[in-house]
T-cell receptor, first 111, second 113 residues
Framework: GENVGLHLPTLSVQEGDNSIINCAYS??????FIWYKQESGKGPQFIID?????DKRQGQRVTVLLNKTVKHLSLQIAATQPGDSAVYFC??????????FGSGTRLLVRP | DGGITQSPKYLFRKEGQNVTLSCEQN?????MYWYRQDPGQGLRLIYY???????QKGDIAEGYSVSREKKESFPLTVTSAQKNPTAFYLC????????????FGPGTRLTVL
């Protein structure tokens, strides 16, 4: 299983700046990846996904980049807003269609 | 409204008691999942079910049990054998056997006194 720590890494950004949240995944055979946003006390919400045959995918204000060579995934949020403050998780899908979640990054947006 | 519901949102139990958490979905999804989340940590898979009347253990199944008698429902029982049951429990569902996102419920926070 994942090696999860007791303290989430935290990214603090100024409102209006761009945010970049990084994630390293474990299985080079994984071919589907998702970013989820989780607000305090709520379930995770889907943000954006990407398949392994792509290296970039854009949504509204969000972009996911996939680097399969180094097994790295990133989420870029443009013009970060206070409502973006949350914990962000990356997840990879294994060969039995189960999602394996990373430990998460807390994004704090300073006004 | 389509979605996943979990009830109750907050649950308190005395140590040694079994407790069952409810999860219902009307998304017509075959696959359902239970995760546990501890403060400041990621999600860990407890049990999952790809089809009615079938389920498999996840990474941390000890002390938990599930049933899948109906497509819409996947209740989780936290038994007295679970040593640290206090946590936030999340249910999810998805299309089975395909590469697609999982949809999450709002979660149940269980506190064992």
């Amino acid at each position: 299983g994942e090696n999860v720590g007791l303290h989430l890494p935290t990214l603090s950004v100024q409102e209006g700046d761009n945010s970049i949240i990084n994630c390293a995944y474990s299985n080079s055979a994984s071919d589907y990846f998702i970013w989820y946003k989780q607000e305090s006390g709520k379930g995770p919400q889907f943000i954006i996904d990407i398949r392994s045959n792509m290296d970039k995918r854009q949504g509204q204000r969000v972009t996911v980049l996939l680097n399969k060579t180094v097994k790295h995934l990133s989420l870029q949020i443009a013009a970060t807003q206070p409502g973006d403050s949350a914990v962000y998780f990356c997840a990879e899908m294994d060969s039995s269609y189960k999602l394996i979640f990373g430990s998460g990054t807390r994004l704090l947006v300073r006004p | 409204d389509g979605g996943i519901t979990q009830s109750p949102k907050y649950l308190f139990r005395k140590e040694g008691q079994n407790v069952t958490l409810s999860c219902e979905q009307n998304l017509n999804h075959d696959a359902m999942y239970w995760y546990r989340q501890d403060p400041g940590q990621g999600l860990r898979l407890i049990y999952y079910s790809q089809i009615v009347n079938d389920f498999q253990k996840g990474d941390i199944a000890e002390g938990y049990s599930v049933s899948r008698e109906k497509k819409e429902s996947f209740p989780l029982t936290v038994t007295s054998a679970q040593k640290n049951p206090t946590a936030f429990y999340l249910c999810a569902s998805s299309l089975a056997g395909v590469v697609d996102e999982q949809f999450f419920g709002p979660g149940t926070r269980l506190t064992v006194l």
